[in-house]
């Protein structure tokens, strides 16, 4: 069993998942994990769960949580009651943050012994255990309670790998990370010396300068204090042009294949490792991206977001319902910025033909390759491909398009390091947001003018033919205004050239057949659905389907916990975990009582008649 919390909450047997309930259920389990075997009260995971005021049914709640939580994890978990509370004793099982700790413990001994090779490899293995801000999904109480203890470790270890890094002549490679660190930590004054002495070392002295001054302004405006005695030195240094080099010799370096146009000096002196030539795709840019839709229309201000976000130095995730365009997005915006990524683009589906998620390992193969790496060269451990691939595009300049992700914990290990390359991912699932330092644009249903702009472009000219306005406007909206089923909508018009728009839209019309109607050839609404759905555990399918069989335009967590026979914090829990697998729409409060969740038609529809067996039986 591996248990992880540095990110959301989760619990793995044998490698595949075990389904947790929601995020007071990961409270649960996280705080039980926290305590070491050490028995956690009723009263503490109360108070963590719901805070000083907890509802009437707080204990029969925490019951069901800690019962149902026992039987997901199944015989060998360790949770026991003991006396007035809970005691979990995970045996040998791996606990993501204990491997931090002793990680983060080991390197910082080799780093106190001068062993900086040491220091960097173990620091950087304890940092790789990190998926996202720690505890992600927990209650704000558990967060507030244990969340700045584990940020605090966190931040040391980063700042001890750094300094090892610094120390092995590393200063290039760190100044972007450390760049995106000092704006998020404005008053760490560990890691602004830091980025000062990357900077120096460059050859910046001028912005190692403005650094310091910069943060001499942050403590003078925010807290009324000038820097400390260490970052004063260490800018006397950087003024005179006396800051010692790196304490420990160069690595040993081998002979580079640089990226296409580069001077044969810098090739020379170039730092990052290539494999040796005899396979792979040596000497050639990768162009791994499938070309941009030609026809594609609209979606104007989220193209600019991106692109933006780009040319900013930032990654960019872009997330929405099944059938909102999101490839169609990414691929547009990076034909629009190539020029900007002189060395290259790669891309990966990230979801596999049957949509099970793809493993990381398999994509880096794919990748390693085509920045040289020969096959026979290709590195055994995810871990070793991770460090590759990294070390490869250091001193690049390439675009990476990660189209499809499941999940925030399948990206992580394709992500670029520190240096000019950019990300753009897709995908439905919200702990995607929890990715740092990117920019997330959300898409929902095109605006009706841009639907009907689809519509036309798609079609080709002549086609829909004279169509009033406001047919075209009444397809668009039992298309849901998606760019999916828009397209599919008018492919099938432009392939029945003796269909009227007017025909056509009297056939979508009939809920009983339009999710037959939105297919055509390898096109279909289902699809994108199915591979939604596919994801929820089977609780939250049955309770979809249910949900949908009602036929309410709009709901609250109350009128949920009436349909499905529940209480209304577990409703609430299934709302939620639908809406962030974009399967529910949040559409506003009701009065300041309950939020209010709606189905898309065509989502209704499709959840109805997956429902349907269940309901025969």
């Known amino acids: 069993m591996d248990f992880k919390i540095l990110g959301p909450v989760a619990a793995e047997r044998d490698g595949h998942p075990v389904a947790l309930d929601g995020g007071k259920q990961r409270t649960a389990l996280a705080t039980l994990l926290l305590a070491h075997g050490q028995v956690v009260t009723d009263e503490r995971l109360t108070t963590l769960l719901w805070g000083w005021d907890p509802p009437a049914t707080s204990t029969h709640q925490l019951y069901t949580y800690v019962s149902r939580l026992r039987t997901r994890l199944g015989p060998r978990h360790g949770l026991r009651r003991h006396g007035a509370g809970y005691r979990m004793d995970i045996g040998d099982a791996d606990f993501d943050w204990d491997t931090f700790r002793s990680l ?11 062993r900086y090779a040491d220091a960097e490899h173990r620091l950087g293995r304890a940092l790789a255990l990190w998926w996202g801000p720690a505890l992600a999904d927990v209650t704000e109480h558990l967060a507030r309670a244990e969340g700045p203890r584990m940020e605090e470790a966190r931040l040391s270890a980063l700042e001890h790998h750094t300094e090892a890094a610094l120390a092995l002549g590393r200063h290039h490679d760190m100044v972007s990370a450390l760049t995106r660190q ?13 980025l000062m002495t990357a900077l120096f070392r460059c050859g910046r002295q001028a912005d190692a300068l403005a650094v310091y001054e910069a943060g001499r302004r942050v403590l003078a405006d925010d807290l009324g204090i000038d820097p400390g005695p260490e970052l004063r030195a260490l800018h006397q240094d950087v003024l005179t042009g006396t800051l010692p080099p790196p304490a420990a010799p160069e690595r040993e370096r081998v002979t580079t294949a640089a990226p296409p146009g580069t001077p044969a000096a810098t090739v020379a ?3 990052h490792p290539q494999p040796p030539a005899g396979g792979g795709w040596q000497g050639l840019v990768p162009a791994m991206l499938p070309a941009a839709p030609g026809d594609f229309t609209g979606r104007r201000a989220e193209t600019d977001e991106v692109l933006t976000a780009l040319r900013e130095h930032q990654d960019a995730v872009i997330t929405g319902a099944p059938g909102t365009g999101k490839s169609a997005l990414a691929l547009w915006a990076a034909e629009h910025c190539r020029a900007d990524f ?15 998620p793809r493993d990381p390992a398999e994509v880096l193969g794919w990748f390693l390759r085509a920045l040289g790496t020969a096959p026979d060269q290709l590195p055994g451990t995810l871990d070793e491909r991770v460090q590759l691939y990294r070390t490869l595009l250091a001193g690049r300049r390439a675009l990476v398009v990660l189209d499809n992700a499941h999940d925030d914990s399948q990206v ?17 699932r919200s702990p995607l947001a929890s990715l740092e330092g990117t920019r997330l644009v959300r898409l929902g249903p095109m605006s009706p003018g841009e639907a009907v702009g689809l519509l036309t472009a798609v079609a080709g000219p002549g086609r829909p033919g004279p169509a009033a306005p406001e047919v075209l406007s009444r397809i668009a909206e039992l298309c849901d205004r998606l760019p999916l089923a828009l397209r599919i909508a008018a492919t099938r018009m432009a392939a029945r050239p003796h269909w009227s728009a007017a025909r056509f839209a009297d056939r979508l019309a009939p809920e009983g057949r ?3 109607e939105l297919r055509f050839g390898s096109l279909d609404i289902r699809t994108g659905l199915s591979a939604a759905l596919d994801r929820l555990d089977p609780a939250a399918r049955d309770g979809l389907g249910i949900l949908a069989a009602a036929g309410m335009r709009a709901l609250t967590a109350s009128d949920a916990a009436a349909l499905l026979d529940t209480g209304p914090d577990d409703a609430e829990e299934l709302l939620e975990r639908l809406a962030d697998a974009r399967l529910l729409e949040v559409c506003g409060a009701d009065g300041d009582a309950w939020l209010r969740y709606r189905f898309m038609p065509l989502v209704r529809l499709f959840a109805q008649e997956q429902h349907v067996p269940a309901l025969v039986s």
Request: net charge positive; glycine share 16%.
């Open 104 to 114: 983060a413990d080991a390197g910082r001994a080799d780093l106190l012994a001068a």
């Open 182 to 194: 000092v704006a998020l930590h404005p008053i760490r004054e560990r890691l602004r010396g830091q």
């Open 269 to 271: 002196s170039a730092p």
């Open 342 to 356: 002189p060395h290259g683009g790669l891309y990966a589906d990230l979801r596999t033909a049957t949509g099970a």
């Open 412 to 428: 992580r290990p394709l992500l670029p390091g520190g240096g000019g390359s950019r990300t753009v991912v897709t995908g439905v």
């Open 514 to 516: 339009r999710l037959d």
